[in-house]
Every structure is written in C-alpha cells, then in structure tokens.
C-alpha cells in the first residue's frame, strides 16, 4: 500500500492511501466527535458531526472527515473557529428533534443552546446505525429505512424481526444516539404524507420494553 | 419466507402473472425497479405477501427493496381506488390557488390526500408540476387534465367514474 503524508492540526501525519481522515487522526491521538460512525460499519456520511477544514493549495474548505480519504499534502484542521461553529449548530439543529442520549452529551460539551430551534421531537436522527449493524455485522435486515425526505423513518420488518430479534436481544438499542430505540416513529402510523399500514403497525419482540422506553421519554 | 405467504383466493391466479414478470427479468435483482413497475401496473399498488416474495426471489433483503418501493413516488404499498385524481401544488399552482382547488376536490372526495375511498373508488393524490402551469390550477382525472374546474364540473366528472 502507499503511503499518504498530512498534517493534521500541525501534526504531521504517514498513514496508508484509502485512510478515512476520522482513522488518521484517531491513530494519531487526536479525537474527532462523531455520530453516525462505528469502526465495524461502512462509512455512511450521514451526520456531519465529524466535519473538519481541508486545505489544498489556497482552498479551504469542509468535509466529513469519516467518508473523506486521506491525500498526500493535505492541510487538516480539526478544531479550527469555522469546524466548532459548524458543529455546534449541527447539535443544535438534532437536538430539536432529539434532545436525549448522546446528542445531548455533545451538546453539552460545545455549549450548545437547547432551544435555539423549534422543537419538533422525531427522537430519530436517521444516523443509520441499528439499519447497518443489522445488515453488516448480523446480517439479519430486520430493520429498514422507508419513505424519504421529511417522511424517512426506520421500521422493524416483523417476519424478520420476531425471527432474529430474540436471539440477538436487540443489540441496536444500544447503538442508538439518542439514547432510545426504536423512536417513536418506528411504531406509530405516521400522521402526515402517505401512511404505510402495509408495514405498520410494528410488533416488537418485547413490546413491553419498548412501552417502557417511550414512557420514560415523553 | 415463502411458507407464511397466504395470498388470498382471487390473487393467486394474479400471483402467476407476477412470476411472468419476474421470469420476463430473468429475475435480476438489478431489475427490480421494472418489475414493481409492472407489477403495480397489474395491480394498482405493491401488497406486502409481493414484496416479501420478491425479496426471496430476487435474493435482496426485504429492507433494500422496502427503500426503494417507499422511496418512490409511483409506488403505493396501500390499495389504490379504481380512479385516480389527482390535484397539482406546484409553485405556479400554489399561487393559482390550488390550496382552495384542494380544499374543494377533498370535500366533494371525502377524503385527504394520499387517501383513498372505502369504496375504492377513488384515490387523492397531491403531485409537484405537471409541466402545464399555465392552465393552474391543475387537476387530473385518471390522466386527463383539467384547468381550473368549478365545484359543479368536479361534481359532475366524479358522478362519471366508476
Ligand atoms: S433509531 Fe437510533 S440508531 Fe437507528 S437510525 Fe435512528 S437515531 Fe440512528
Ligand atoms: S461521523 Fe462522519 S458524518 Fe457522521
Ligand atoms: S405548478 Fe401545477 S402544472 Fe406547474
């Protein structure tokens, strides 16, 4: 493999081509907040907590440093005014829609306001990571994205998940950011836009623990 | 999968049509897009016993193909009415006053969009342009456009579907 060198925060960094920036400046001490990442899963890019500040040449510009591969030259700054910014408003936006969990962690740490933004409680930030641990490490798909945009919800597909779902014992909850799993959408027939009855409404295998969770939340 | 798929009586003889279509595709899954099209075309919407189907069949996880049949629009997973209407709230529309023209198809329907009658009669959808503004605000009756109709025009095309 051939190796790459960049700097990152001053550091100069040799790590092999096809290093996600995230993986270079973990190996080399310097920690990057993240969301949706998880070191058994496929990159997914979909939080943009992990967002930094590339320059190359006279551009300066911002990328999600788990999905971006590390270049030889590259100037990387993981803290810089403009990243802390970026971020911090990244928490502020999830936090109206998800105020729990590690969200919330994060938001504490990069003094966020909590009521910048409407609320408007999904719980659901859509980071994808109980969807891809079941697929990639379970291979079992028992959940499932559907819909998109605004609509965009995580389901339980119950054939599957009453097969798989009892002898993994639900390994996702934990995962989850937000601190609860499955949101509050995952059960409920959505309210606005095309209703899906054909997949709702969802069986868990411990319904009881879920009531639980949702109780605890509301 | 295949052992819990309890299609009812009078789909089973349409369930051979669905593995015509998958067979036509030689049952790629790179196909599966057409073959939902088709499908639909024969059914009017996507049941659920398909989709599982389907997804043994084409050897793709049931969530893979539930993210595409969900992610677009053509698609519906719900039975769909024997008529579909069909009212525009592009932006031209919109500043045409297509929210009182919805206002109006929904009371006369009785139902929402994205709904459909009890009856099956009727199916209301809401659509971004349909690429003829200027004769906003629009409404489509199973694929013909009208411009602007009255309360008494809608009334009068609704008494004729079926
Ligand atoms: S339920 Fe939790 S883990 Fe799953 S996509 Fe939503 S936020 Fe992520
Ligand atoms: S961790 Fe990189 S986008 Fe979420
Ligand atoms: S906005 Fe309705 S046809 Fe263009």
Known sequence: MKKVSLTIDGKEINVEEQTTLLQAARAAGIQIPTLCHDDRLAPHGSCRLCSVEI???KKARIVASCVYPAANGLVVETKSPRVVKIRKVILELLQASSPKGRVEELGRIY?????????????CILCGLCVRYCSEVKKADALGF?????????????????????????QCFSLCPTGILPNKFARSVPSFGRSQ?????????DEENFLN?????? | MSQGLAMP??????????????AKHQGKSSALIQIMLEIQEEFNWLPREILLWLSEKL???????????????????????????????????????????LRRVTQLLGINPGETSSDLRFTLETVGCLGCCALGPVVVINDEYYSNPTTSELEKLFKECQ
């Open chain 1, 55 to 57: 320059t190359s040449g």
């Open chain 1, 111 to 123: 003094g966020t306001s909590t009521d910048k933004f409407e609320k408007e409680l999904t719980f």
């Open chain 1, 146 to 170: 559907i819909g998109r945009g605004i609509e965009k919800q995580v389901v339980f597909f119950p054939e599957i998940a009453l097969k798989s779902c009892p002898a993994c014992e639900g």
């Open chain 1, 197 to 205: 009855p054909t997949v709702f409404p969802v069986r868990l295998w």
């Open chain 1, 213 to 218: 969770l949702t109780r605890n939340i509301e």
């Open chain 2, 9 to 22: 009586k009078e789909e089973a003889t349409l369930f051979i049509k669905v593995k015509e279509i998958c």
């Open chain 2, 59 to 101: 050897n793709m996880p049931l969530n893979r193909v539930y993210d595409i049949a969900t992610f677009y629009k053509v698609f519906s997973l719900i039975p769909r009415g024997r008529n579909l209407v069909k009212v525009c709230t592009g932006t031209a529309c919109h500043v045409r006053k297509a929210p009182v023209m």
